[in-house]
């Protein structure tokens, strides 16, 4: 499969803990964004990487979140202390217009 | 600000009938157009785009029409078929020279197609 994934496919957590996600994306691209989802809404822009220079982050994009793409590839994203207000779906793309499953987060 | 407006949350049609799924921008930079499918709990899938220098573009069942003059764009799925009961998302993309290249989404339109 030479599209982009993501994992895991659903989080449950209690509101404070840490999650990270991961996104692989299609091969070669060097493009890759994240995004979240809530209900209702269209996705919205959460930051985007060049390579592995991060080079725009939206003020969705509160302290408590960070994200990496190390060397290029595959990324992660991390939200500390989470709160119940983090519950979506958290997708990630591919230059720039192929998406992955998303990962669904529910704070409790 | 919302850039991207699909003003009808909803559209309920009968199988073998047209969809017709409305969408406006306001940001005249915007210069490529995308429609999306997305099922529940999984990730959009994309259907199909048009660039601003033309005026339709034809895949299979779906047609999408752009008016750049009144910033509007429209996706048509003839005939529509029960598979297609999914909310459609329109999403617009500014030039890639001098951007980051990130895609601005409207909420979406749910639509039902009844047997």
């Known amino acids: 499969d030479t599209g982009v994934s993501q994992n895991p496919r659903h989080k449950i957590t209690k509101r404070g803990q840490n999650v990270t996600f991961r996104c692989d994306p299609i091969s070669e691209h060097n493009r890759l964004y994240w995004y979240r989802q809530t209900l209702g809404q269209g996705p919205e822009f959460l930051t985007y990487f060049q390579n592995e220079a991060q080079l725009e982050k939206s003020r969705l994009l509160s302290d408590r979140f960070s994200a990496e793409r190390p060397k290029g590839s595959f990324s992660t994203l991390e939200i500390q202390r989470t709160e119940q207000g983090d519950s979506a779906m958290y997708l990630c793309?591919?230059?720039?217009?192929?998406f992955g499953p998303g990962t669904r987060l529910l704070v409790l | 600000d919302q850039q991207v407006k699909q003003n009808s949350p909803s559209l309920s049609v009968q199988e073998g009938r047209i969809s017709i799924l409305n969408c406006d921008y306001t940001n005249s930079m915007f210069d490529y157009f995308l429609w999306y499918k997305k099922y529940p709990a999984e990730g959009p899938t994309f259907l199909i785009s048009i660039s601003s220098i033309k005026d339709k573009n034809e895949d299979g069942r779906f047609t999408v029409f752009l008016n750049k003059s009144a910033k509007h764009l429209s996706l048509h799925i003839v005939p529509s078929q029960p598979g297609d009961s999914a909310v459609y998302f329109c999403?617009?993309?500014?030039?890639?020279?001098?951007?980051?290249?990130?895609?601005?989404f409207g909420k979406g339109t749910l639509l039902t197609v009844n047997p």
């Open positions: 999403a617009a993309l500014p030039p890639p020279e001098g951007s980051n290249y990130k895609l601005t």
């Open positions: 793309a591919s230059s720039p217009q192929y």
